[in-house]
Nanobody, 119 residues
Framework: QVQLQESGPGLVKPSQTLSLTCTVSGASITTTNYYWMWIRQPPGGGLEWMGEISYSGRPYYNPCLRSRSSNSRDTSKNQLTLQLRSVTPEDTGVYYC???????????WGPGIQVTVSS
């Protein structure tokens, strides 16, 4: 059973950097042909793909967020890290990490973590 769990601050002030961690169990983040994603959902809105990091450690970014975001990983801890700089209230939402399997489907998700950007 693959499990993902997001963690990090629930409240961030504008202009600060949001840092979230996704802890993965039941699968290695280095296993060939799997990609590890960050997705968010604003209040009342749809899902937005933020970016991903491949099994080999290569990051990919949504062009709209590329200038502010950074995806990294710690293979010794089997963890993913998302950093989003210069946050604004529009960055408020539920943040998820997920796995993309060989089929291209996002087959496993974490429960999500609520992040509020407010002063």
């Amino acid at each position: 059973q693959v499990q993902l769990q997001e963690s990090g601050p629930g409240l961030v002030k504008p202009s600060q950097t949001l840092s979230l961690t996704c802890t993965v169990s039941g699968a290695s983040i280095t296993t060939t042909n799997y990609y590890w994603m960050w997705i968010r959902q604003p209040p009342g809105g749809g899902l937005e793909w933020m970016g991903e990091i491949s099994y080999s450690g290569r990051p990919y970014y949504n062009p709209c967020l590329r200038s502010r975001s950074s995806n990294s990983r710690d293979t010794s801890k089997n963890q993913l890290t998302l950093q989003l700089r210069s946050v604004t209230p529009e960055d408020t939402g539920v943040y998820y990490c997920a796995r993309a399997g060989g089929s291209g489907m996002w087959d496993y998700w974490g429960p999500g973590i609520q992040v509020t950007v407010s002063s």
